[in-house]
């Protein structure tokens, strides 16, 4: 089945370091692809998507590209702040459906100033 | 931005007694959608659903379960009767289009089941 795959399970940073949290998906077809962000008490909240092979998604610096050659999509920002500190999740939407989100496990980032 | 309310917060029942969730979407979507993640692990697709109907579910969402939005109100999850394994956060979300859309996600419910 659909599944997306996030290596990282908690990250540490100190503000102006660069981030990068990996993820990987299987899918058939072309997915669409999401980045959501859940900071404590909330629920996810959308970063970006991106639709189609190398489209790049961005947001507040944040952005990622879309890889089919290598099934990634990969999360980056140049240089974090402490603000950034929140769950990350990559997800995917597969072609078979319109609207149902398969989520990966999440990227818990805690960066300190 | 847009809010999603859920409610309540944290709900704790007896296996085997009935539960309702509920969720305020965004007033003006269309599309609802119940999510549930388990401690540790990964969140999961239940349901969606459009017009009166559900238009998709996942292995998930057993027969104990049923969703309903009646006339506006409330999006609601029901699970009867609840089982140990219900336990969980149910994420609410909603969207004003079906293809592809931003969901917009409430702060979920912790559900305990004893």
């Known amino acids: 089945g659909d599944s997306v795959t996030q290596t990282e399970g908690q990250v540490a940073l100190s503000e102006e370091d660069f981030l990068t949290i990996h993820c990987n998906y299987s899918?058939?077809?072309?997915?669409?692809l999401f980045w959501y962000v859940q900071y404590p008490g909330e629920g996810p909240q959308l970063l970006f998507r991106?639709?189609?092979?190398?489209e790049k998604g961005s947001s507040r610096g944040f952005e990622a590209t879309y890889d089919k050659g290598t099934t990634s999509f990969h999360l980056r920002k140049a240089s974090v702040q402490e603000s950034d500190s929140a769950v990350y999740y990559c997800?995917?939407?597969?072609?078979?459906?319109?609207?149902?989100?398969?989520f990966g496990q999440g990227t818990s980032l805690s960066v300190v100033p | 931005g847009p809010k999603v309310l859920q409610i309540p917060s944290h709900q704790i029942i007896d296996m085997g007694q009935m539960v309702t969730l509920n969720c305020d979407p965004v007033s003006n979507h269309l599309y609802f959608y119940w999510y549930k993640q388990i401690l540790g692990q990964q969140m999961e697709f239940l349901v969606n659903f459009y017009n009166g109907k559900v238009m998709e579910k996942s292995k998930l969402f057993k027969d104990q379960f049923s969703v309903e939005r009646p006339d506006g109100s409330y999006f609601t999850l029901k699970i009867q009767p609840t089982a140990l394994e219900d336990s969980a956060v149910y994420f609410c979300?909603?969207?004003?289009?079906?293809?592809?859309?931003?969901?917009?996600f409430g702060p979920g419910t912790r559900l305990t089941v004893l």
């Open positions: 997800a995917l939407i597969p072609s078979s459906s319109f609207s149902k989100l398969v």
């Open positions: 991106a639709s189609r092979d190398k």
């Open positions: 899918a058939s077809g072309y997915p669409t």
């Open positions: 979300a909603s969207s004003l289009a079906g293809n592809y859309a931003e969901q917009f």
